[in-house]
Protein backbone atom coordinates (compact mmCIF):
# COMPACT_ATOMS: atom_id res chain seq x y z
CA UNK A 1 0.00 0.00 0.00
CA UNK A 2 1.23 3.12 -0.71
CA UNK A 3 0.22 6.55 1.46
CA UNK A 4 0.81 10.69 0.50
CA UNK A 5 0.96 12.47 3.89
CA UNK A 6 0.56 16.15 2.78
CA UNK A 7 1.66 18.05 5.49
CA UNK A 8 2.23 21.75 6.00
CA UNK A 9 5.08 24.30 5.86
CA UNK A 10 5.82 26.13 9.25
CA UNK A 11 8.00 23.93 11.85
CA UNK A 12 5.32 24.37 14.15
CA UNK A 13 2.53 23.32 12.40
CA UNK A 14 3.98 20.40 10.94
CA UNK A 15 4.67 19.35 14.51
CA UNK A 16 1.17 19.20 15.22
CA UNK A 17 0.15 16.83 12.34
CA UNK A 18 2.55 14.17 12.88
CA UNK A 19 -0.19 12.38 15.39
CA UNK A 20 -1.72 11.93 11.94
CA UNK A 21 1.35 10.47 10.51
CA UNK A 22 1.66 8.39 13.99
CA UNK A 23 -1.51 7.31 13.24
CA UNK A 24 -0.98 6.00 9.45
CA UNK A 25 1.99 3.89 10.60
CA UNK A 26 0.28 2.10 13.52
CA UNK A 27 -2.89 1.19 11.15
CA UNK A 28 -0.68 0.46 7.98
CA UNK A 29 2.26 -0.88 9.41
CA UNK A 30 3.88 -2.51 6.12
CA UNK A 31 2.90 0.62 3.85
CA UNK A 32 4.89 2.85 2.23
CA UNK A 33 4.44 6.25 3.17
CA UNK A 34 6.05 9.10 1.47
CA UNK A 35 5.27 12.96 2.68
CA UNK A 36 4.50 16.06 0.67
CA UNK A 37 5.67 19.39 3.37
CA UNK A 38 7.41 22.34 2.78
CA UNK A 39 11.32 23.34 2.21
CA UNK A 40 11.26 24.62 5.42
CA UNK A 41 9.78 21.64 7.53
CA UNK A 42 11.37 19.28 5.29
CA UNK A 43 14.15 18.10 7.72
CA UNK A 44 11.36 16.96 10.10
CA UNK A 45 11.06 13.99 8.17
CA UNK A 46 15.15 13.77 7.23
CA UNK A 47 15.88 10.90 9.65
CA UNK A 48 12.38 9.64 10.00
CA UNK A 49 12.57 5.50 9.50
CA UNK A 50 8.61 5.77 9.13
CA UNK A 51 9.52 8.05 6.15
CA UNK A 52 9.70 6.31 2.31
CA UNK A 53 10.65 9.24 0.39
CA UNK A 54 10.25 13.20 0.54
CA UNK A 55 8.36 15.64 -1.91
CA UNK A 56 9.15 18.94 -1.43
CA UNK A 57 6.64 21.46 -2.65
CA UNK A 58 7.46 24.97 -2.59
CA UNK A 59 4.47 27.20 -3.28
CA UNK A 60 6.51 30.09 -4.53
CA UNK A 61 7.61 28.22 -7.26
CA UNK A 62 5.78 29.09 -11.20
CA UNK A 63 2.89 27.07 -12.61
CA UNK A 64 5.03 25.32 -15.23
CA UNK A 65 7.49 23.34 -12.33
CA UNK A 66 3.62 22.83 -10.13
CA UNK A 67 2.87 21.21 -12.95
CA UNK A 68 5.15 18.73 -13.38
CA UNK A 69 5.45 18.18 -9.50
CA UNK A 70 1.95 16.93 -9.87
CA UNK A 71 2.63 14.72 -12.91
CA UNK A 72 5.27 12.96 -10.85
CA UNK A 73 3.00 12.73 -7.76
CA UNK A 74 0.44 11.24 -10.22
CA UNK A 75 3.50 8.48 -11.50
CA UNK A 76 3.20 7.11 -8.05
CA UNK A 77 -0.22 5.66 -8.10
CA UNK A 78 -1.07 6.03 -4.58
CA UNK A 79 -3.78 4.11 -2.78
CA UNK A 80 -4.66 6.94 0.01
CA UNK A 81 -3.52 10.42 0.01
CA UNK A 82 -4.27 12.21 3.68
CA UNK A 83 -4.21 16.07 2.97
CA UNK A 84 -3.67 18.28 6.12
CA UNK A 85 -3.83 20.88 3.37
CA UNK A 86 -7.65 20.72 2.37
CA UNK A 87 -6.45 21.42 -1.31
CA UNK A 88 -7.09 19.50 -4.74
CA UNK A 89 -3.54 17.42 -4.66
CA UNK A 90 -5.29 14.22 -4.03
CA UNK A 91 -7.77 14.81 -6.72
CA UNK A 92 -4.90 16.00 -9.52
CA UNK A 93 -2.74 12.93 -8.53
CA UNK A 94 -5.20 10.40 -8.92
CA UNK A 95 -4.89 8.90 -5.36
CA UNK A 96 -7.60 5.87 -4.87
CA UNK A 97 -9.24 7.45 -1.17
CA UNK A 98 -7.99 10.90 0.31
CA UNK A 99 -8.92 12.36 3.81
CA UNK A 100 -12.27 14.38 4.49
CA UNK A 101 -12.37 17.93 2.88
CA UNK A 102 -14.31 18.84 5.45
CA UNK A 103 -12.55 21.05 7.69
CA UNK A 104 -13.62 19.40 10.86
CA UNK A 105 -13.26 21.22 14.60
CA UNK A 106 -12.82 24.81 14.05
CA UNK A 107 -13.08 25.45 17.72
CA UNK A 108 -10.38 23.00 18.95
CA UNK A 109 -6.54 22.90 18.94
CA UNK A 110 -4.93 22.55 15.60
CA UNK A 111 -3.27 18.52 16.51
CA UNK A 112 -6.68 17.69 17.21
CA UNK A 113 -8.18 19.13 14.52
CA UNK A 114 -6.30 17.46 12.10
CA UNK A 115 -7.11 14.69 13.64
CA UNK A 116 -10.46 14.90 12.63
CA UNK A 117 -9.62 14.84 9.17
CA UNK A 118 -9.10 10.80 9.73
CA UNK A 119 -12.78 10.46 10.43
CA UNK A 120 -14.73 8.01 8.46
CA UNK A 121 -11.55 5.73 7.77
CA UNK A 122 -11.89 3.59 10.49
CA UNK A 123 -8.31 4.27 12.05
CA UNK A 124 -7.48 3.50 15.79
CA UNK A 125 -5.30 6.47 17.02
CA UNK A 126 -2.50 5.86 19.96
CA UNK A 127 -1.58 8.72 21.62
CA UNK A 128 1.91 9.23 22.43
CA UNK A 129 5.12 10.78 20.98
CA UNK A 130 4.81 11.47 17.16
CA UNK A 131 8.72 13.25 16.57
CA UNK A 132 11.86 10.75 15.65
CA UNK A 133 15.00 11.63 17.59
CA UNK A 134 17.75 10.14 16.13
CA UNK A 135 20.18 8.37 18.54
CA UNK A 136 22.98 10.10 16.44
CA UNK A 137 21.93 13.47 17.94
CA UNK A 138 21.25 12.25 20.78
CA UNK A 139 25.32 11.65 21.35
CA UNK A 140 25.49 14.98 19.68
CA UNK A 141 23.79 16.76 22.40
CA UNK A 142 25.21 15.02 25.03
CA UNK A 143 28.73 15.68 23.95
CA UNK A 144 27.79 19.61 23.23
CA UNK A 145 26.10 19.53 26.69
CA UNK A 146 28.99 18.04 28.87
CA UNK A 147 30.96 20.72 27.31
CA UNK A 148 28.95 23.36 28.62
CA UNK A 149 29.25 22.61 31.78
CA UNK A 150 26.09 20.36 32.11
CA UNK A 151 26.36 17.42 34.58
CA UNK A 152 24.11 14.60 35.65
CA UNK A 153 21.57 15.61 38.61
CA UNK A 154 21.62 19.24 36.97
CA UNK A 155 17.84 20.75 36.33
CA UNK A 156 18.01 21.81 32.52
CA UNK A 157 15.90 24.80 31.95
CA UNK A 158 14.94 25.84 28.14
CA UNK A 159 14.54 29.03 26.97
CA UNK A 160 13.04 29.57 23.05
CA UNK A 161 12.50 33.62 23.53
CA UNK A 162 12.76 34.23 19.27
CA UNK A 163 9.31 33.96 17.07
CA UNK A 164 8.94 34.23 13.14
CA UNK A 165 6.45 36.74 13.96
CA UNK A 166 7.46 39.76 16.76
CA UNK A 167 4.25 40.36 18.12
CA UNK A 168 4.53 36.56 19.98
CA UNK A 169 7.69 38.03 21.23
CA UNK A 170 7.87 39.06 25.09
CA UNK A 171 10.68 41.68 26.20
CA UNK A 172 14.47 40.40 26.58
CA UNK A 173 15.02 42.82 29.50
CA UNK A 174 11.99 40.56 31.27
CA UNK A 175 13.85 37.15 30.01
CA UNK A 176 17.29 38.56 31.47
CA UNK A 177 15.48 38.67 35.12
CA UNK A 178 13.85 35.32 34.66
CA UNK A 179 17.29 34.36 33.58
CA UNK A 180 19.19 36.07 35.95
CA UNK A 181 16.94 34.65 38.78
CA UNK A 182 17.40 31.08 37.84
CA UNK A 183 20.91 31.63 37.05
CA UNK A 184 21.19 32.21 40.82
CA UNK A 185 20.63 28.56 42.31
CA UNK A 186 23.28 26.16 41.91
CA UNK A 187 21.19 23.07 40.65
CA UNK A 188 19.89 25.29 37.27
CA UNK A 189 20.99 25.31 33.87
CA UNK A 190 20.01 27.72 31.93
CA UNK A 191 20.13 26.96 27.84
CA UNK A 192 19.01 29.69 25.28
CA UNK A 193 17.74 27.99 22.02
CA UNK A 194 16.69 28.21 18.76
CA UNK A 195 16.81 27.90 14.87
CA UNK A 196 18.95 31.43 14.75
CA UNK A 197 17.35 32.23 11.46
CA UNK A 198 15.33 35.59 13.56
CA UNK A 199 17.29 35.63 16.54
CA UNK A 200 15.88 39.22 17.46
CA UNK A 201 14.91 38.20 21.20
CA UNK A 202 17.77 35.65 22.04
CA UNK A 203 20.57 37.93 20.37
CA UNK A 204 19.25 41.24 22.67
CA UNK A 205 19.58 38.76 25.64
CA UNK A 206 22.64 37.83 25.30
CA UNK A 207 24.37 41.02 25.35
CA UNK A 208 22.14 42.09 28.41
CA UNK A 209 23.37 39.22 30.33
CA UNK A 210 27.27 38.67 30.44
CA UNK A 211 27.33 35.30 32.11
CA UNK A 212 29.47 32.69 30.67
CA UNK A 213 27.30 29.96 33.11
CA UNK A 214 23.92 30.43 30.11
CA UNK A 215 24.65 27.85 27.63
CA UNK A 216 24.04 29.59 24.28
CA UNK A 217 22.24 26.87 21.60
CA UNK A 218 20.80 29.60 19.56
CA UNK A 219 21.81 28.53 16.00
CA UNK A 220 23.83 25.93 17.03
CA UNK A 221 22.12 22.91 16.48
CA UNK A 222 20.01 21.78 13.36
CA UNK A 223 16.38 20.49 13.25
CA UNK A 224 17.13 17.05 14.22
CA UNK A 225 19.85 17.93 16.62
CA UNK A 226 17.44 20.47 18.30
CA UNK A 227 14.64 17.53 18.87
CA UNK A 228 17.34 15.86 20.93
CA UNK A 229 17.96 18.92 23.27
CA UNK A 230 14.63 19.75 23.98
CA UNK A 231 13.93 16.18 25.11
CA UNK A 232 17.17 16.59 27.41
CA UNK A 233 15.12 19.46 29.23
CA UNK A 234 13.19 18.99 32.35
CA UNK A 235 11.31 22.43 31.34
CA UNK A 236 11.09 24.99 28.54
CA UNK A 237 10.04 28.38 29.07
CA UNK A 238 8.70 29.60 25.62
CA UNK A 239 6.68 32.03 24.07
CA UNK A 240 4.16 30.51 20.89
CA UNK A 241 6.91 29.02 18.96
CA UNK A 242 8.04 25.81 17.04
CA UNK A 243 9.63 24.55 20.22
CA UNK A 244 6.52 24.50 22.15
CA UNK A 245 4.99 22.24 19.96
CA UNK A 246 8.16 19.91 19.85
CA UNK A 247 8.39 19.67 23.47
CA UNK A 248 4.84 18.98 23.87
CA UNK A 249 5.09 16.40 21.59
CA UNK A 250 7.95 14.81 23.19
CA UNK A 251 6.57 15.13 27.00
CA UNK A 252 8.64 17.79 28.08
CA UNK A 253 6.96 20.56 30.56
CA UNK A 254 6.12 23.70 29.21
CA UNK A 255 5.91 27.41 30.35
CA UNK A 256 4.28 29.52 27.57
CA UNK A 257 3.63 32.89 27.15
CA UNK A 258 0.88 34.08 24.55
CA UNK A 259 -0.47 37.17 23.82
CA UNK A 260 -1.86 37.50 20.14
CA UNK A 261 -2.37 33.66 19.42
CA UNK A 262 -5.53 31.78 20.55
CA UNK A 263 -4.32 29.04 23.58
CA UNK A 264 -7.32 26.94 23.00
CA UNK A 265 -6.01 26.23 19.38
CA UNK A 266 -1.97 26.33 19.72
CA UNK A 267 -1.89 26.18 23.45
CA UNK A 268 0.51 23.43 25.14
CA UNK A 269 -1.75 20.25 25.87
CA UNK A 270 0.65 18.44 28.17
CA UNK A 271 -0.82 17.94 32.11
CA UNK A 272 1.27 19.96 33.59
CA UNK A 273 1.92 22.12 31.04
CA UNK A 274 1.22 25.99 32.28
CA UNK A 275 0.25 29.68 30.22
CA UNK A 276 0.54 32.61 31.59
CA UNK A 277 -1.85 34.94 29.07
CA UNK A 278 -3.68 38.26 30.16
CA UNK A 279 -7.36 38.38 30.30
CA UNK A 280 -7.96 41.66 27.06
CA UNK A 281 -10.77 42.46 25.23
CA UNK A 282 -8.00 42.57 22.33
CA UNK A 283 -6.40 39.30 22.90
CA UNK A 284 -6.32 36.90 21.49
CA UNK A 285 -6.70 39.02 17.91
CA UNK A 286 -4.33 36.44 15.75
CA UNK A 287 -2.85 39.23 13.79
CA UNK A 288 0.61 39.74 12.52
CA UNK A 289 0.78 43.39 13.40
CA UNK A 290 -0.43 45.12 16.93
CA UNK A 291 -2.93 48.36 16.67
CA UNK A 292 -2.45 48.87 20.05
CA UNK A 293 0.70 48.90 22.51
CA UNK A 294 1.41 44.67 23.02
CA UNK A 295 -0.65 45.05 25.57
CA UNK A 296 -0.67 41.03 25.58
CA UNK A 297 2.94 40.28 25.95
CA UNK A 298 3.53 43.81 27.73
CA UNK A 299 1.75 43.32 30.53
CA UNK A 300 3.19 39.89 31.34
CA UNK A 301 5.91 40.21 34.67
CA UNK A 302 9.24 38.47 35.52
CA UNK A 303 7.97 37.99 38.85
CA UNK A 304 4.58 35.63 37.74
CA UNK A 305 7.30 34.05 35.57
CA UNK A 306 9.25 33.39 37.95
CA UNK A 307 6.75 31.93 40.67
CA UNK A 308 4.76 29.72 37.53
CA UNK A 309 8.36 28.25 36.88
CA UNK A 310 9.07 27.30 40.94
CA UNK A 311 5.62 26.21 41.04
CA UNK A 312 6.62 23.67 37.63
CA UNK A 313 9.79 23.01 38.69
Given amino acids: ?101 ISLGRDHHKRSAHLRKLRGLGLEYKDGQSIHVDQKD ?52 VILMGDGVKPRVSSSIKELIKDDSLIDMVGKTDLN ?4 LIERLNILLTCDSACMHIAGDLGIKVLALFGPTDVKK ?3 TGRYD ?18 LNHECMQEITAEEVLTALEKLL
Avoid at 60 to 81: H, P, S, T
Avoid at 153 to 164: N, T
Avoid at 225 to 228: I, R
Fill in 1 to 101: MKILFITLSNIGDVILTLPVLTTLKHNFRDAKIDVMVGPRAKDIFSKDPRINRVFIYDKRKGVKEKAAFIKDLRKENYDLAIDMKTSLVPFLIGAKKSSSW
Fill in 138 to 189: RKDISKLLSGSGVREGDVLIGISADCRSHTKEWQAEKFREVIKGLLGQKRFK
Fill in 225 to 228: QLFA
Fill in 274 to 291: AVIRKDLECAPCNKALCR
Fill in 266 to 268: YGP
